[in-house]
């Protein structure tokens, strides 16, 4: 078992280096931009309507 500790080490630092990789990919992917920019603008949205508090 102990000869395994450094294996099972090795293969979690590549298994989240290729994750890390993938979101990287997904979040910079060209078809995502409109999006994302779409999603930045939200809180610069007009409220049609002014928010009540129905307490």
Excluded: C, Y
């Amino acid at each position: 078992m102990h000869e395994l500790l450094p294996l099972l080490k090795q293969l979690w630092l590549v298994w989240f280096l290729v994750l890390f990789l993938g979101i990287v990919f997904w979040a910079f992917r060209p078809s995502a931009k409109r999006r994302f920019e779409a999603d930045a603008m939200i809180p610069l949205n007009d409220d049609p309507s002014p928010a009540r508090n129905n307490r």
